[in-house]
């Protein structure tokens, strides 16, 4: 069984900062690309930021400039550091990746989505 498990979510003040986690666990070949993904209230899912296993990365225009994703594939985590937050970033941040997963007759590709974490932004 295979895992993501997001943390750093928080209530935080316009301007300030946080830094998000996603942990993958369980029976991981390889971990492919990463992505961290919102959802507003009442808005559709959106991709905030992806990165290759190699590290390139790519970004919404809305966050460009402001967030940064890196990860470490020791851990099989990646990160979301979050700055000069403001109140329409608040939403529930997600993680999602692509996977190569041992099974009992081999390997196979899949994708999978941690729970959530909530990001709210206001004074």
């Known amino acids: 069984q295979v895992q993501l498990v997001e943390s750093g979510g928080g209530l935080v003040q316009p301007g300030g900062s946080l830094r998000l986690s996603c942990a993958a666990s369980?029976?991981?070949?390889?971990?492919?690309?990463m992505r961290w993904y919102r959802q507003a209230p009442e808005n559709e899912r959106e991709l905030v930021a992806s990165i290759t296993s190699g590290g390139g990365a790519n970004y919404a225009n809305s966050v460009a400039g402001r967030f940064t994703i890196s990860r470490d594939n020791a851990r099989n985590t990646v990160y979301l550091q979050m700055n000069s937050l403001e109140p329409e970033d608040t939403a529930v941040y997600y993680c999602?990746?692509?996977?190569?997963?041992?099974?009992?007759?081999?390997?196979?590709?899949?994708?999978?989505w941690g729970q959530g974490t909530q990001v709210t932004v206001s004074s």
């Open positions: 369980g029976r991981i070949f390889r971990i492919n690309d």
């Open positions: 999602n990746a692509d996977l190569e997963i041992r099974t009992m007759y081999g390997y196979t590709g899949t994708n999978h």
